[in-house]
């Protein structure tokens, strides 16, 4: 063990957990000094491989999907987005549109005052398109209409499934993205392995080809290899 400054490093073994690590621990003083003085370790790495961890208990987990070593979930997902994205417009919008139908031919029949439901018609299309993200990217399938139609679903970076609130957030992460700094962010996907757009960085998403379509590419892969031609 050796003192510098205020900050202790210790060389072995985490005094919280015993766990052996690669590297040094740095033990931090979190009483003032004359104080009885406690120390937090931080371990740098995990022997087996696993999340880091620091002392304060918040584990660093590592992304579940390798674009090099696992190329399938990631083959042909921009294109694949692009579609999604239109089919859930097209859901989106025509219950939208066929309310505002009702609204008008509403209004003709009483004269006009049904007209003033028109005020609805903003309000609730975004509360009708938070609700259609949330629950669909936060059911089974972690993916919208759109999505499922063309295998591919909605990730965090370490492997979970989605959920309603970030289904809804997402949703609003990339309307926000695209309005402020127009569509040509959505280049970004292009400037990274994972195919992930500006929105997906900032709420730690990504956005795979399901397990369905990964094993067919994975099949179709393992079939034009140099190995199995020979044979």
Known sequence: MRRIG???????????????????VSA???????????????EAYMADGGPR??????????????????????EGVLARRVIAFLIDL???TVPIILACIFIFLFGLITFG????????VVPGSVIWALLYCGATMGGPASATVGMRTVDIEVRTWYGAPCYF??????AIAFWVTTSALTPLVLLVGLLNERRRLLHDFLLGTVVVNNERRA?????????LSPASRRE
Do not use: M
Request: aromatic share 14%.
């Open 215 to 223: 094993a067919l590419l994975r099949h179709a892969s393992a079939l």
């Open 28 to 42: 931090i003083p979190l009483a003032l000094p004359g104080a009885k003085r406690h120390f937090v370790c931080e």
């Open 6 to 24: 205020h900050t202790i490093i210790v060389f072995g073994y985490c005094p919280v957990n015993g766990a052996p690590y690669q590297g040094p």
């Open 113 to 120: 005052l049904g007209w003033g439901l028109f005020f609805l």
């Open 165 to 170: 609130l970030l289904g809804a957030v997402h």
């Open 90 to 92: 097209v859901i989106i």
């Open 53 to 74: 961890q620091t002392g304060y208990g918040i584990d660093i987990k590592p992304h579940a999907y390798d674009p090099f070593s696992n190329p399938e979930y990631f």
